[in-house]
């Protein structure tokens, strides 16, 4: 069984960045997908990005794309995101999921989750 644990979330102004890092325990499988998702208060979970873990091949949303940067590292068994030019909207917890089926941007299609980590950006 996959367990994530989420890590690098913290306290930063506009402009800034950070990496967010997620470990996991047990072997993914080159066709399962690893996404970031985030959820702020009052609002619905939703999709950040996602990583195909064979081939790598990326997505994102269009809230976070040529900012965010999502990879993965097989040894490691660990996916990350870089986050830059971080704006006050991205605030929010920041949740690694495991898709069994492939890259999905539907939250129902990950079986797997993590803790969250809390990202707060100040304007």
């Known amino acids: 069984q996959v367990q994530l644990v989420e890590s690098g979330g913290g306290l930063v102004q506009a402009g800034e960045s950070l990496r967010l890092s997620c470990a996991a325990s047990?072997?993914?499988?080159?066709?399962?997908?690893m996404g970031w998702f985030r959820q702020a208060p009052g609002r619905e979970r939703e999709f950040v990005a996602c990583?195909?873990?064979?081939?790598?091949?990326?997505y994102y949303a269009n809230s976070v794309k040529g900012r965010f940067t999502i990879s993965r590292s097989s040894p490691a068994n660990a996916v990350y995101l870089q986050m830059n030019s971080l704006e006050p909207d991205d605030t929010a917890v920041y949740y690694c999921?495991?898709?069994?089926?492939?890259?999905?941007?539907?939250?129902?299609?990950?079986?797997?989750w993590g803790q969250g980590t809390q990202v707060t950006v100040s304007s």
């Open positions: 990583i195909r873990w064979g081939v790598g091949n990326t």
């Open positions: 999921a495991r898709a069994r089926g492939g890259y999905s941007t539907r939250a129902a299609d990950y079986d797997v």
């Open positions: 047990g072997r993914i499988f080159s066709s399962h997908a």
